[in-house]
């Protein structure tokens, strides 16, 4: 047997037994293909050194404290979270979802690119990162009431809330400072217009869209409507006002998130299952397929009408037709393949 035991700082922890299995050419006098060892050392519990045995069968003493000198040396015992600066980047990165606070400043970018008023290089910069701020902030708070249930789930179980990279206090501060910069910038650097749709996307991300999972299937078409607003912010950062036209931006991107979301959803529903939450996927899966089916058609719709508000021309709708179509196609068949 090997006793193994793990060292800290102010001592050592409780003793763990293992048994350790060598082969018969290493044993004196073995009969058997394999024989426990006899021996006894005290070595850190996540290294356990090979056994040197000698033709007598005594240890080497000068090896032994040479092994327990090398490994308590590298198992300095450390905090976590783990709050070394060099670190704490990262972790804010991952806190942020960058990845996704990203799509959604290119959305709010596409407004602004298609509204009818001159570009000015400061408003398009505001307010891309007066959005890319909010949209941060928004998803720091979400991870904080998410944590006892993205825990249960196989998708975010390692998210850096859940594995105690960062504390729900770092989560708190991170949020608020960046939703105070973020909302700031738009009302100061863009308009107020621009600034209101930030801080109403954030309400109703963190305080309707996040509980309403657990509660009832409407928080999709919340959620919807949450990634519908980028576009307005960017429209209204160029123009200074919303018209019919910066709503059909809105409206192809809310049409689009049930579609992908929804075919996100279906192969997760054991994860939400799991989790408690209240998605169509799990709970009726026969209206995820209808949904799915009516808001890819929506958006066929949608795009044959942008020339007629002058967003695109006429090779818009032509161009976008067969893709819209196949997309229909997957609407209505790509859940028999998935199921």
Request: overall charge positive; charged content about 10%; proline content about 5%.
């Amino acid at each position: 047997m090997l006793l193994l035991c793990r060292f800290y700082r102010r001592g050592a922890a409780k003793p763990q037994k293992i048994t350790r299995y060598i082969s018969m050419c290493n044993v004196a006098n073995c009969s058997n293909l394999e024989r426990k060892c006899a021996e006894v050392i005290t070595v850190p519990v996540n290294r356990v050194p090979p056994i040197n045995q000698k033709h007598d069968g005594d240890l080497s003493q000068d090896h032994q404290s040479d092994v327990l000198a090398k490994c308590v040396k590298e198992n300095v015992w450390k905090p976590s979270p783990n709050m070394a600066l060099h670190n704490m980047g990262g972790y804010f990165k991952k806190l942020s979802k960058f990845r996704l606070t990203s799509l959604v400043v290119i959305t709010a970018m596409s407004g602004y690119a298609m509204a009818p008023a001159p570009f000015e290089l400061n408003t398009f910069l505001s307010c891309s990162l007066g959005t890319f701020l909010v949209s941060a902030a928004a998803n720091a708070i979400n991870q904080y009431h998410e944590v006892p249930f993205d825990s249960q789930m196989s998708r975010t179980k390692n998210r850096v809330l859940v594995t105690g990279q960062l504390t729900p206090l770092d989560s708190i501060a991170f949020a608020f400072v960046s939703a105070t910069a973020g909302i700031s910038l738009l009302y100061f650097g863009v308009n107020g217009l621009t600034a209101t749709l930030g801080a109403t996307n954030l309400i109703l991300y963190t305080s309707v869209y996040t509980p309403l999972k657990r509660i009832s299937i409407l928080n999709t078409w919340v959620g919807s409507l949450v990634g519908a607003i980028p576009p307005l912010m960017g429209w209204a950062s160029c123009a200074g006002h919303l018209d019919a036209s910066s709503f059909l931006l809105a409206g192809v991107l809310f049409a689009w998130q049930f579609p992908h979301f929804n075919a996100l959803s279906w192969n997760l529903r054991p994860d939400y299952s799991r989790a408690g939450y209240r998605m169509m996927s799990v709970t009726n899966p026969a209206l995820c397929r209808r949904t799915t089916l009516s808001y890819t058609a929506a958006l066929t719709i949608l795009s044959a009408a942008a020339p007629l508000l002058n967003v695109t021309n006429n090779w818009f709708a032509l161009e976008s037709f067969p893709l819209n179509a196949y997309f229909c196609y997957l609407g209505k068949f790509g859940f028999n393949y998935c199921a």
